[in-house]
């Protein structure tokens, strides 16, 4: 018999243990070690049953344990100690504090940060991979830092799916209701108790309402939208029901409810709170990107500012950073034109806005864009002043990506920065290796250098014996060992098996054997079964009979994917052999609980991704900060921290070629070859390496590169210099330049958008038409100089609106210049008779070798982030035709 209601009968705390309340809905205690240990001493066996979770643990322990705990003293003041360690937490000053105290200009009153997922802990199931625990370390990490920052996303009632296998190894989704009154969150209500929402109108008369549930991680509010309330139809209720599910119409709701809806909820959780309203705006992907046009929204229904669409778009830019995760077209969300033309036409969803102006932000105008397409990328773009990638590499490849953008520049050019992601060390790091470093450079200073990143924390680590450091090693793996064998018995049970058929799952792995663990989503492009190209030497590998590997491999396959759920069902399928199942195992419902095991128990972590179509790829980091060495294809964070010793870089057969189909014959060719290099590199060096032992039992030379990964890579791999560089390279920046731009009634704004509309009209009549040098012939000397004379046509523009460069190096065959360096020419008298501009400069001959170079003339304004911004250059004309490729 179905109940026709649910709800949850909540425990009713003595008053000595009320404090408990307040740890249990502040999700600090997911990453603080002090305040888990208080609960699970509440009642063991319950905190197991639980999933760890504070929130059902205090749902479940039995009335008399409470009323016990309720009079023990030594309980009550550890329980006082921990909450008055939170309320420090809370309110004392940290180094943003500092940062505020100390520099010239004041950074971000606060930001708000936009992401469609958060991984803060698996007792908050909101999310699916890495984007969503990037976004969840980087609260963490804000926290921790004391930026003021305020979290935005959607709350999905079923989460992300659980997943299961089945007999034949074919992945099986569950979708269980998550009950918020069951977990770490609590609704935002207005003054007179009424739960606050915000409402979205929708064609044909509709309204799209949400209410909205705030969690508390550390310092940083995070709200989460939830459009399951009595006020909707059942179309709209489940707008919110699941992560990444739905059709087309229904992710757009879903994306129109966090970019607009989320504006809506910052705004109330501000008034009702007093917190100082957001100076940044982030978007975390383009999921988020309609926050910039209800912000424009905003502005121009503002009879104060009195701004038109142009000039309230230039105010919204300078305040927005977007960050993009995907390194392929493929990766990012496109809606059909005529769907986006539909609900935002008629002044439905944002009164004020024309719809053609919207569909001007997320329009394909680049060659070989589809006109009929809504490009959300493109939008989070256009509507940024400021955008980066999650690595180098990942940088270099956007800039290339989103080229089409910014038309006639060199990839190189493209507005388009980096930083490289970090990880919350305080969630990953196993407590067993953070005491082992602790007992070393102290607990205060161990607890700073997961903190902030800052290399200086970390030094003193290499001083850790040899003998501790191995000690270590096989008890995290014996660990692993323990956690892989309860997972995988519980798997085999759900597939179908008896108890008597799984007694050889107590042998499952061994603790003494060399440990490589493989985990994430299962797109094909991270090519799971890479290490089945060949069967048979896998088996060799993981038989050998005096140096045998063992893996640990995990990962879910997207609901609507078969393709890799047929990836798992292979890899499960080789795992299910009696000749190997001791050596492998694959361990199914991939989340926060099984990674925290994952990560500290294995001693190579492996990753193999197409290159490069790995953004950055975490998981790594995770592991590296427990010591663990990774083996990886040179792609995304690895391709950059990677130096030879602190782990071993898997070879590309293709280097350079570019990006493949990942089903394509090419990748068929490649994977083979990659993967016989992976199969060298386990047999000749790492297994080598591992079971190289002195007269005193121990691998002295992996122990090192053990030690090494850990000083070296611990303070760049942390969220905490990710934050901070985010804070000081584009925070701060983005709220400089939104203040000077919304000063005195926003005059900026205005000056601005009539600048760049003037530039923008005048543009086709501006032309380099005549350039000439002094000294120039076949070859010149090094440390000459070319004067140059360069006359330019500059139409309706002043001088001052625009730079006119030399940009020069080496050439290639078909003059294409690399490693190019730009010099400004000056201006020289007025225009002649012929409305022409001189201008001069000297250009020094500082390198050997093939040399070149070219004139162009860029739109120049003070408050441009970038001269490429307007995405405008003119070329001489002998130049005219040429391509992005002129300047590498």
Excluded at 134 to 143: E, R, V
Aim: aromatic share 6%.
């Amino acid at each position: 018999m179905k109940a026709i209601r649910r709800f949850t009968v909540r425990t009713v705390l003595p008053e000595q243990l009320q404090p408990l309340h307040e740890l249990a809905l502040n999700l600090r205690w997911s990453w603080h070690p002090e305040t888990r240990d208080l609960f699970r001493s509440v009642d063991p066996e319950v905190w197991a049953a639980a999933g760890e979770d504070p929130v059902r643990l205090l749902g479940e322990v039995p009335a008399a344990r409470l009323a016990a705990l309720a009079t023990d003293r030594r309980f009550l003041r550890r329980l006082g100690d921990l909450a008055d360690d939170l309320h420090e937490y809370l309110s004392g000053p940290r180094w943003y504090q500092a940062q505020q105290a100390g520099g010239s200009a004041p950074p971000p009153a606060a930001i708000a940060y936009f992401s469609p997922e958060y991984g803060i802990a698996a007792a908050l199931p909101q999310y699916s991979g890495g984007l969503g625990i990037l976004a969840g370390d980087h609260l963490k990490a804000a926290s921790d830092l004391g930026v003021p920052i305020i979290g935005v996303g959607l709350f999905y009632r079923h989460g992300y799916f659980r997943q299961s296998l089945d007999r034949d190894g074919w992945q099986q989704e569950r979708y269980p209701l998550l009950d918020p009154d069951e977990l770490a969150v609590s609704l935002l209500r207005e003054a007179d108790g009424a739960p606050a929402r915000v409402d979205l109108a929708l064609p044909g008369g509709r309204t799209l309402a949400a209410r909205i549930w705030k969690a508390q991680v550390g310092r940083v509010p995070l709200l989460l939208l939830d459009s399951d309330t009595e006020e909707n139809s059942p179309a709209e209720r489940d707008v919110t029901d699941r992560l990444y599910g739905g059709g087309s119409e229904h992710r757009l709701l879903q994306e129109m409810l966090l970019g607009i809806g989320g504006v809506r909820a910052v705004r109330a959780y501000c008034r009702l709170t007093g917190h100082p309203a957001p100076e940044v705006f982030h978007t975390n992907e383009g999921h988020a990107g309609f926050l910039g046009v209800e912000r424009i929204r905003e502005l121009v229904a503002d009879e104060a500012a009195d701004l038109d669409f142009a000039a309230a778009l230039e105010s919204v830019r300078a305040g927005t950073l977007f960050t993009t995760h995907t390194p392929v077209p493929a990766g990012i969300d496109r809606f059909d034109r005529e769907l986006v033309a539909r609900h935002f036409g008629g002044g439905t969803a944002l009164p004020g806005v024309p719809v053609e102006q919207v569909l001007a932000l997320g329009a394909e105008t680049w060659p070989g864009g589809d006109p009929e397409l809504f490009n959300m990328a493109a939008m989070g773009l256009r509507l940024a002043q400021r955008a980066n990638g999650v690595s180098t590499l990942h940088g270099e490849v956007s800039r290339a990506m989103f080229n089409g953008l910014w038309p006639g520049f060199d990839p190189a050019e493209v507005p388009i920065t980096s930083v490289t992601n970090g990880v919350h060390a305080a969630t990953w790091i196993d407590p067993a290796v953070v005491r082992l470093g602790a007992a070393e450079i102290g607990a205060d200073r161990a607890e700073e250098a997961m903190t902030t990143g800052e290399t200086q924390r970390w030094t003193g680590l290499e001083r850790i014996g040899n003998t501790e450091i191995w000690d270590l090693r096989r008890s995290l793996r014996a660990q692993l060992v323990e956690e892989a064998r309860h997972r995988l018995r519980a798997s085999w049970r759900q597939r179908g098996a008896g108890e008597a058929e799984l007694g050889w799952v107590s042998s499952v792995l061994d603790p003494d054997v060399l440990t490589i663990g493989f985990a994430r989503r299962v797109p094909s492009y991270k090519r799971l079964t890479l290490m089945l190209r060949d069967a048979d030497r896998l088996r060799a590998l993981l038989l050998h009979p005096t140096r045998p590997v063992q893996i640990v491999v995990a990962g879910k396959a997207h609901p609507a994917d078969d393709g890799g759920k047929r990836l798992i069902q292979q890899m499960v399928a080789f795992a299910d052999d009696p000749a190997v199942r001791h050596r492998i195992v694959f361990l199914p419902d991939y989340d926060m609980a099984m990674a925290r095991h994952l990560y500290p128990g294995c001693d190579v972590w492996l990753n193999n991704p197409l290159r490069p179509l790995e953004a950055c790829g975490t998981s790594g980091m995770k592991a590296a900060l427990n010591g663990c060495l990774n083996l990886s294809v040179l792609d995304g964070w690895w391709d950059e921290w990677y130096d030879g010793q602190n782990g071993w870089a898997i070879p590309t057969a293709d280097e350079g070629a570019g990006v493949l189909d990942p089903d394509s014959s090419e990748a068929e060719r490649r994977d083979d070859i990659e993967a016989a290099a992976l199969y060298d590199l386990i047999e000749d060096q790492v297994a080598a390496r591992f079971y190289d032992r002195d007269g005193d039992g121990l691998p002295h030379r992996w122990i090192a590169m053990v030690r090494h990964t850990l000083v070296t890579l611990g303070p760049k791999v942390l969220a905490g210099r990710m934050v901070r560089e985010y804070v000081d390279r584009l925070y701060a920046p983005g709220a400089l330049a939104q203040r000077e731009l919304a000063a005195g009634r926003h005059a900026g704004a205005r000056e601005l958008a009539l600048w760049k509309a003037k530039v923008r009209e005048a543009w086709p009549a501006v032309r380099v038409e005549h350039v000439e040098a002094e000294g120039t012939g076949e070859a010149q000397e090094l440390g000459g100089a070319l004067a140059l004379r360069v006359q330019v046509a500059l139409g309706a523009l002043e001088p001052g609106d625009v730079e006119v460069q030399v940009v020069s190096g080496r050439v290639d065959e078909g003059d294409g210049i690399s490693d190019a360096a730009v010099l400004a020419l000056k201006p020289v008298g007025g225009p002649d008779l012929d409305g022409r501009t001189r201008y001069e400069g000297s250009l020094e001959l500082d390198r050997t070798g093939p040399f070149g170079y070219t004139v162009r003339v860029l739109p120049s304004h003070p408050r441009l982030a970038s001269p490429a911004e307007l995405g405008l250059v003119a070329l001489p004309a002998e130049s005219a035709g040429m391509d992005a490729g002129l300047l590498r």
